[in-house]
């Protein structure tokens, strides 16, 4: 087989069909949602991408290449900004990967796509693809084409050669590319599936079986949506639970290919069997009792007949949920009430000289944090209950005072609000005739300050969810403390988005954000109990605004939905 394998544990992992993979779709109708009011009803569509690949170019000396798909969007500059990564399918020169990518298919845009193939070395396999160094893989290919060349195909599908630079007269293979338009639903569906007399495909012990589910597209190309965990030397395996959305699978009624193979490290993988039953087809099996034999289909000679296994397919569990949307619990009445913290440490510059990240031209021209206010504020502010905003300052020193590490922006000694985004600008600029830079960067005052707001909601058991956003030149110099207080605040209804600006290094921010996988952990031991840190390097988002709403919206709402899940919360009081 060669396909659909995890990059992680030697391919022996799961790959979608996880309560995280379903949970990592929650920013679609939140992106949705905000381009509905802005007017763009109709021009736009979230499209799903699904990757293949045949013919890649054999790189490694004992094995077959490890290939891992990168998407990437080119903006007019020729700059590229990646969308996301593969899972890497070991030992395979013809990958089917699992991994999809929604994008905004924007009608009236030219959207260029850049896609890149990599063959991941052996010592990266067991890490996870979002921490890899692409320069220490090699390329294997590179693809062009613009999204709407994809979503006006035939079919939707474009195979596109794969080229590189150095190579101009040996092929590389080529690149499929499936786009789908995503149907939004709230039926979730958990299985639990197991089989029964599996054939040994291995010479001294029993098999080692997995099963693939994969969808038949209304133009009959199979899309494979999720592969579950590989059980060791067992012939009776029972799996772990998978959770496919209706979204996923088209409807009830799609047909489900249930596929059976026997893993071997070489990616070779032996069929077992196969099953092919819709997701009512598999309820009905488990409510009455029933199980499927598997089948294997005979030679092409033989008039596509299918030659009976003994070999049984049995649904254990079938479960259908409702999974409550972001925009459910909004509609609902939660409030989402949004705070803003400024950095006004030395490092930003002197606000009179022109090279200052908060020098404020006379021109009109907006500075650095004033682009990041106006057009990060731009998209927050929508979902903002009040649109009163507390904020704050940090790092300066105010006239005639020490200095301090969160002050009331408005210059109040009582009250932290503005009013919008406009009140955020005013105030802004108001402080910094007021105060002079200083230092050093602390976030711990703010994030404790922000937490207890958070807290104080709690206390009074009222329906609000809070989003402390930090706009920074990136030097931090409390990261131990700014993770304690990050770490006690993970318990809190609260989501910091940290906006970085300029040009700094920010590996300290990306520390912050739990993206490849490790939480934070304080320094008395303890683990942050969810990821509550999102950061975006400001510079990565200026290519339009669908990049800085999907950048924003990338995790915000599968925080919200985190907490509240977790805590048996439901969208109406």
Aim: aromatic share 8%.
């Amino acid at each position: 087989m060669g396909n659909c394998c995890s990059d992680v544990a030697g391919g022996q992992s799961a790959v979608g069909g996880t309560t995280s993979s379903l949970a990592a779709n929650a920013s679609n109708e939140a992106v949705d949602a905000f381009f509905k009011s802005r007017g763009y009803n109709g021009l736009f569509s979230e499209i799903e991408l699904s990757l293949s690949a045949t013919d890649l170019r054999d790189r490694d000396v004992l094995s077959k290449s490890d290939p891992m798909a990168v998407l990437y969007l080119k903006g007019n500059d020729g700059s590229l900004r990646e969308l996301g990564r593969t899972e890497v399918v070991l030992n395979s020169l013809s990958p089917k990967w699992i991994k999809k990518f929604s994008v905004t298919y924007q009608f009236e845009m030219v959207q260029n796509l850049v896609l890149r193939v990599y063959d991941v070395d052996t010592q990266f396999h067991g890490m996870d693809v979002k921490t890899l160094k692409l320069e220490e893989q090699q390329l294997l290919g590179e693809a062009i084409c613009t999204l709407s060349e994809i979503a006006t195909k035939l079919y939707r599908t474009v195979t596109i050669d794969l080229a590189r630079e150095e190579v101009s007269t040996r092929k590389c293979g080529q690149l499929t590319v499936y786009a789908e338009e995503s149907v939004t639903s709230k039926t979730t569906v958990e299985l639990v599936l197991r089989c029964s007399d599996l054939e040994s495909k291995d010479l001294f012990s029993k098999s080692d079986p997995f099963l693939v589910i994969s969808k038949a597209t209304e133009h009959g190309i199979l899309v494979p949506i999720c592969k579950t965990e590989v059980r060791k030397n067992d012939h009776e395996p029972k799996w772990n639970p998978i959770f496919l959305s209706i979204q996923q699978v088209g409807s009830k009624d799609s047909p489900l290919l249930i596929e059976c193979f026997n893993f071997n490290s070489n990616g070779k993988h032996d069929l077992l069997g196969k099953v092919q039953k819709s997701l009512a087809e598999l309820e009905r099996l488990h409510s009455t009792g029933s199980v499927e034999n598997l089948f294997i289909p005979m030679s092409v000679g033989q008039n596509h007949q299918r030659k009976v296994l003994k070999s049984q397919l049995i649904v254990d569990k079938y479960s259908e949920n409702i999974q409550h949307t972001f925009l459910d619990y909004l509609a609902g009445g939660y409030e989402l009430n949004f705070m803003v913290a400024v950095d006004f440490t030395a490092s930003n510059g002197n606000p009179r000289l022109p090279d200052s990240l908060h020098y404020i031209d006379l021109s009109g021209r907006p500075n650095a944090y004033q682009r990041a206010i106006l057009e990060v504020g731009g998209v927050v502010q929508f979902y903002d209950y009040d649109k009163k905003f507390p904020a704050w300052g940090f790092g300066a020193r105010p006239i005639d005072g020490p200095v301090s590490h969160c002050f009331n922006l408005n210059g109040s000694s009582t009250y932290c609000e503005v009013e919008g985004i406009h009140g955020i600008m005013m105030a802004y600029t108001g402080a910094l005739s007021n105060v002079s830079l200083a230092g050093p960067t602390l976030f711990g005052h703010v994030v404790t300050q922000a937490a207890q707001i958070a807290s104080g909601s709690v206390a009074r058991n009222e329906r609000k969810y809070f989003v402390l956003l930090i706009i920074t030149d990136g030097v931090i110099t409390d990261l131990q403390e700014t993770k304690d207080a990050l770490v006690m605040a993970s318990d809190l209804p609260l989501s910091i988005l940290i906006v970085g600006v300029g040009g700094a290094d920010f590996k300290e921010m990306e520390i912050l954000d739990a993206d490849k996988g490790e939480r934070l952990e304080s320094s008395s031991g303890r683990v942050a109990s969810r990821d509550i840190v999102q950061f975006v390097p400001f510079r990565d988002v200026q290519s339009g605004e669908d990049s800085i709403v999907r950048s924003l919206l990338a995790e915000l709402p599968t925080q919200f939905l985190t907490y509240v899940r977790a805590r048996g919360i439901g969208p109406t009081a």
